[in-house]
């Protein structure tokens, strides 16, 4: 890795996952009560998951994100400060609470999610702050959740805008973008490094999620590369015009697929860090996706990247990586 740490902008949500163990098969929304099997509760949210794993990867993240004054603001902060992390862009909300996910998760790893983002919704950047802000950012990660706060996205056009003037590499994560919304990235065609979404995405903002309209998102964003995560089955890789299929890593039956998509990202902006290509960056995504699945919690992640090697050899040994 070279000696200078990249330098990456994390703006979205941070969260506390509350996860409910439930040996049921299905859920209804009825007058009853559900016990769960089991109970705990860990750090979540895009921007912190996303955040801690390249800090752990050796790169420099800056978290960019809402808490409430509350107990669990103060974990998250805490957790945060645990894994090196600047936190002077975290704002403390006084009238709402941290964000909250209730995960009801099922032993086959399949699982649903009821949510409040609270504090994530007032996540706001204002154009005066930007410069001291991106300072000097090499990349800016977005998660598309934040074009669902208050300010209705502008933030994300912000800083689109700022990339876009001075010429830094931009991913963003199409999860939670309205197809309203996606209409305003097409005015920044060509700012885009990476697009990332998976199959139920792609599928909301066009019916349907075949490779013909991944090919539609390209025409339509022209980013470097699009990354389509399809969970067990690997991904799909846009770059230079042509699609390629990265196979996943077999774990056999997940624990948890909480946080793998955000785990993924992870893997493909260290993969650009390194000089890698997108099909290697997408190969370093899946194993990432892989190591958070075989744990609990979005934040089931390696401790550095030499714990991600050891990972694959152990696991993988016949699949070459590079990393």
Known sequence: MNEKKMRVLVYGDLNIDLFFHLDLPEIELRDISYIADKFHMSPGGAAGNVGEALARLGLRPIIVSAIGLDIF????????????IETSYVKRIPHDTTGVMVILLRRDGRRTILGYRGANN?????E???????GEADYIYISGFASNN??????????????????????????????????????????????????????????????????????ELKPANIFLKMGSEGAIVYSEGKLMRVEA????????????????????ILGLSLGLSSYNRALI???????????LGARH??????????????KFPGRRISV
């Open 73 to 84: 603001g103060d974990l998250l902060l805490e957790d945060i400060i645990s894994d090196g």
């Open 122 to 126: 007032y996540n706001v950047i204002k």
């Open 128 to 134: 005066n702050e930007l410069s001291n802000l991106i």
């Open 150 to 219: 208050v300010d209705e996205g502008e933030s994300i056009i912000l800083l689109l805008k700022k990339a876009k003037s001075m010429d830094i590499r931009l991913g963003i994560d199409l999860g939670g973008v309205s197809r309203d919304f996606l209409k305003k990235l097409v005015d920044f065609q060509g700012v885009f490094t990476d697009i990332f979404l998976n199959k139920d995405e792609l599928e909301l903002l066009y019916g349907k999620s075949d490779e013909e309209y991944i090919s539609r998102l390209a025409m």
């Open 249 to 268: 890593f077999d774990i056999g039956r997940p624990v948890d697929t909480t946080g793998c998509g955000d785990a993924f990202n992870a893997g493909t």
């Open 285 to 295: 995504g899946n194993l990432m996706g892989a190591y958070k699945a075989t744990g």
């Open 301 to 314: 992640l390696p401790g550095s990247i030499d714990e991600l090697r050891e990972f694959a050899l152990k």
